[in-house]
């Protein structure tokens, strides 16, 4: 087994077939078939279905951890080249979207200038995705939506955010400071589909009120959320960094009290621990915050606002 199978595997599980797996890897397709040849018959087992250009079962366990070894083998050199003062590797970030509309545009524009040898790698999603691919080893990092209780991994909460009432200007309830969810039972709203993190906190706190919420509609996407009621179609209910401070647009947010706030936090596998380029990458995370992050409306940061050492 060497490097040039496991590339070549990995190669075919990311680009659906031995031609552009090919392409990817800049060689031929007798090579890549070659490499995929010797190492099943050193393994004794099928992994790539010729008929349909697809992993088997057996592939799609090999190359989880030929992505691990591939991986390993970038921090290495990342922390070798990184010993002094200068940081250079690549490191493979996954974030939330409401956090990545504010955020990333602050992170990636300082880290730039302190670390402009590291290379970031943002890999968008939600919490209930991002956090198998980080324990997988596809992404060596995450921001997420806490709690996170996997033994797994480390845990570090960043900022809690408002969720708040969104909606066009023109909506009844436009002029209002607050409303109770009392209030918001009576109104058909368009809310996330249940069993989602989002969904699971306002039911829970519609619960406690003694309350259930009425839908709309129920889509699966925050930033589809905060569109249609940036265009008028209902109010719904969304984290505050949904809307971005720098954004213009004819809507009103409206505080719920009895909802609790979201919490975001970096999440990282504790074996093997991030690289240089990854602590790096946190480094200036944790800068962008402490500066930035409570200009955001709707956004704490600090020990009072997010405690440490504990789950949330």
């Keep these: 087994m060497d490097l040039r199978q496991l590339n070549s595997l990995v190669a075919i599980a ?9 392409r990817a890897l800049y060689t031929v397709q007798s090579n890549v078939s070659g490499h995929i040849a010797r190492l099943e018959r050193e393994l004794g087992v099928t992994l790539v279905d010729r008929q349909r250009g697809i992993l088997t079962e057996d592939g799609v366990l090999v190359v989880e951890r030929a992505r691990r070894i591939l ?24 974030v939330i979207g409401t956090t990545a509309r504010w955020m990333l545009p602050q992170l990636l524009t300082r880290l ?11 890999h968008e999603g939600n919490t209930t995705n991002l956090l198998p691919r980080l324990l997988a080893g596809h992404i060596d990092a995450a921001m997420v939506h806490l709690p996170v209780d996997d033994p797994e991994v480390e845990v570090e909460p960043l900022f809690a955010e408002d969720l708040v009432l969104l909606m066009h200007g023109s909506h009844h309830l436009s002029n209002r400071q607050t409303v109770t969810l009392a209030e918001l039972a009576a109104e058909p709203l368009m809310l996330p589909p249940r069993g989602t993190v989002l969904r699971r906190m306002i039911d829970r706190a519609a619960g406690s009120a003694g ?21 008028g179609f209902g109010a719904t209910i969304v984290p505050a960094t949904a809307v971005p401070r720098w954004l213009k647009a004819d809507f009103t947010r409206v505080g719920v009290p009895e909802l609790p706030r979201r919490v975001v936090g970096w999440v990282q596998r504790r074996r093997p621990t991030p690289g240089a380029p990854t602590r790096a ?26 405690p440490q050492g504990r789950a949330v």
């Design 14 to 22: 990311d680009h659906g077939s031995f031609s552009a797996a090919a």
């Design 71 to 94: 991986h390993e083998l970038d921090d290495i050199s990342a922390e070798m080249a990184s010993r002094g003062d200068e940081v250079r590797g690549d490191t493979r970030l996954g």
């Design 281 to 306: 990458l946190l480094g200036v995370l944790r800068e962008v915050i402490a500066g930035q992050g409570a200009e955001q409306p709707g956004v704490y940061v600090g020990p009072e606002a997010v």
């Design 112 to 122: 730039s200038v302190q670390h402009p040898l590291v290379h970031v790698t943002v």
């Design 211 to 231: 309350v259930e919420m009425q839908t709309q509609v129920e889509i699966d996407g925050v930033r589809l959320l905060t569109s249609l009621a940036f265009e």
